[in-house]
């Protein structure tokens, strides 16, 4: 039986278990799993350590964290004190971080442990999860597939029951896509509103761009989401003197804003969108999400509108600003894009990068304008199912459902085909949680489901309503 985040942390505070063993039945699921899948690529060396210090100060009923004693998995491109963190590049093989990122520092100071790191791509600029130092990670739900990326070891991870949460990025979907496609729930804040010191990209004290980059917590149910995503808004900014130093320069539009306690929302309101024009969706998972998914929400009397984009809000243009922020950040220090591998320089110009910026404005307005109507806006991840292996970034063939009814197989590129329904609210900055809500052939796949910028409290309540209504829950037979 699956444990939630919250009975896990109820019975270690009331002595039910202690962190010493749920160290050791994670430790067991890595031991057993983990050469098959390939997911945690680092284990923190003192792990066993700090699992009977954190026991020992519950028996000495000494003052302890709200995560007090939950091991957590943290993505390789996040840094860790004393554990390698080398972002799946060669270049970095032997990083032995001096501090912690400022995210990994206060969750750790909020009592969680950490168990090791998660595989990622190099660097961290993929949606698959394959690096030169680690190799490829693999599906658990079928090991000749991907399991996304870039946080693909750590959903995989949580797939596996390796831990209960993880903490990994996102970009492009990082968080999004690998959680669709391993079944397991993620949380994209919004932008600004969490840290980004200690990731890898940038290096080092390399400024952050203005970029759409957000680290995020993943988790086995929804509500780890919420319990970590509280801590990180708690916490993170309560004392200015232990922002970690000698490291990057943060973007942060709001640094101190506490998580809120929000009221129950009656009469939902919900935009449903299908496909956007001219990037259709793998029929199977349409058919599921217009069948199925929307008649539970209605039957839930949640109102749902099936909801058309308007003419301006064009997914090509809007991938091509999205592309050039992604660029300016993995270039920001020389670390080259996987989107511009055969560019001589490729760093955005300031005349791109300006125009981005205006794409970025004009749909931050549209989608407001959206969301003013809507308590959320529900939308696919991807418009394909987990794929086999793609080291070579073809493109992919898939069935649709054409205008008239008729199924036919429909082409898009690699990365359109993948990052076209999550680069608009990466470049918008929007919440955006991921629940699971179905499968097909046995694969896992999500939706996200959209909030207003700034308030992800609103967009989390919501979700607590609209995932018990969809119940679905599915884990690998490995």
Not at 195 to 218: D, F, R, V, W, Y
Not at 270 to 284: H, K, Q, S
Not at 343 to 359: E, G, L, R
Not at 392 to 400: G, M, N
Request: aromatic residues 6%; hydrophobic residues 35%.
């Amino acid at each position: 039986m699956k444990r939630s985040t919250s009975l896990i942390l109820s019975e270690l505070r009331e002595g039910k278990t202690t962190c010493v063993e749920l160290v050791n039945q994670y430790l067991s699921n890595i031991q057993r799993l983990n050469p098959k899948v390939n997911a945690v690529v680092t284990l923190n060396e003192s792990l066993l350590d700090e699992a009977k210090h954190k026991d020992s100060l519950l028996k000495e009923s000494k003052h302890v964290g709200p995560l007090h004693g939950l091991p957590i998995i943290v993505k390789d491109s996040i840094a860790t004190k004393g554990i390698r963190t080398c972002s799946g590049s060669t270049t970095l093989v032997n990083n032995i971080p001096e501090s912690d990122a400022t995210v990994v520092h206060f969750l750790k100071k909020a009592g969680a442990i950490i168990i090791g790191k998660s595989n990622t791509p190099d660097p961290s600029g993929d949606i698959q999860t394959f690096n030169k130092v680690f190799g490829v990670t693999n599906n658990p739900f079928d090991l000749t597939r991907t399991p996304g990326g870039s946080s693909g070891g750590s959903a995989c991870a949580l797939a596996c029951n390796m831990s209960s949460i993880s903490i990994g990025s996102d970009i492009a979907g990082s968080l999004r896509i690998p959680a669709s496609f391993c079944g397991v729930y993620s949380f994209k804040p919004t932008s600004g509103r969490v840290s980004l010191n200690g990731h890898i990209p940038p290096l080092h004290s390399a400024p952050i761009p203005s970029t759409e980059l957000t680290i995020g917590p993943m988790s086995r149910d929804l509500e780890g989401l919420q319990i970590v995503t509280k801590v990180l808004f708690d916490t993170v900014y309560e004392k200015k003197e232990e922002v970690l130093e000698n490291q990057s320069t943060d973007f942060l539009e709001h640094p101190h804003t506490p998580y809120r306690n929000v009221n129950p929302t009656s009469n939902l309101n919900l935009a449903f969108t299908l496909e956007f024009p001219g990037y259709p969706i793998d029929v199977r998972m349409r058919e599921i999400l217009e069948n199925e998914i929307t008649t539970k929400l209605k039957k839930a009397g949640i109102n749902v509108t099936i909801f058309h984009p308007p003419q301006d809000f064009s997914a090509n243009d809007i991938y091509e600003a999205h592309k050039v922020f992604a660029t300016e950040l993995v270039t920001s220090n020389k670390l080259q894009s996987p989107l511009k591998r055969h560019s001589i320089d490729p760093s955005p110009t300031s005349t791109q990068v300006n125009n981005a910026k205006v794409i970025r404005s004009k749909l931050r307005g549209l989608v407001h304008s959206i969301l003013n109507n809507f308590d959320g806006w529900i939308l696919p991840i991807s418009s394909v199912l987990p794929f086999e292996h793609n080291p070579h970034h073809s493109s992919f063939q898939f069935p649709i459902k054409k205008s008239g009814g008729e199924i036919s197989e429909y082409e898009l590129s690699y990365w359109k085909a993948n990052v076209s329904y999550s680069v608009p609210f990466s470049l918008t900055g929007n919440p955006v949680a991921t629940l699971p809500v179905g499968s097909v052939n046995k694969l896992p796949f999500g939706i996200q489901v959209v909030g207003k910028r700034w308030h992800d409290e609103e967009l989390l309540h919501l979700c607590k309503v609209i995932d018990p209504v969809i119940e679905h829950t599915m884990s690998p037979s490995l």
